[in-house]
């Protein structure tokens, strides 16, 4: 069964880090680019930062650059966001995607991501 599981979501203070994983079971994620997008309460779905699949291209939202990094570790078929300098309005719940690319050395935070991962809920509250 191909899946995504994203895990590392929390309640943290403003100021504070997370890192969130997302690992993938089922397929390698060696030929995905991968994105992670959050949802907040109200809001639409916002696209906060992809990673090519090869050659480590990143994009980031602008409201995320500065503060929030992406990175792969292909051997352990894993992707983390790493969220630091959190915010209140950081909070949502945070997916991680994958969109087969081959070894396109780029990424996009739009198009077509077709496995999605069930979520983590991140929260920034004092």
């Known amino acids: 069964q191909l899946q995504l599981v994203e895990s590392g979501g929390g309640l943290v203070q403003p100021g504070g880090s997370l890192r969130l994983s997302c690992a993938a079971s089922g397929f390698t994620l060696d030929y995905y680019a991968i994105g992670w997008f959050r949802q907040a309460p109200g809001k639409e779905r916002e696209g906060v930062s992809c990673?090519?699949?090869?050659?480590?291209?990143?994009r980031y939202a602008d409201s995320v650059k500065g503060r929030f990094t992406i990175s792969r570790d292909n051997a352990k078929n894993t992707v983390y966001l790493q969220m630091d300098s959190l915010k209140p309005e950081d909070t949502a719940v945070y997916y991680c995607?994958?969109?087969?690319?081959?070894?396109?050395?780029?990424?996009?935070?739009?198009?077509?991501?077709?496995?999605w991962g069930q979520g983590t809920q991140v929260t920034i509250s004092s």
């Open positions: 990673i090519s699949s090869v050659g480590g291209s990143t």
């Open positions: 995607a994958a969109m087969q690319t081959g070894l396109l050395r780029l990424c996009v935070l739009s198009g077509n991501y077709v496995y």
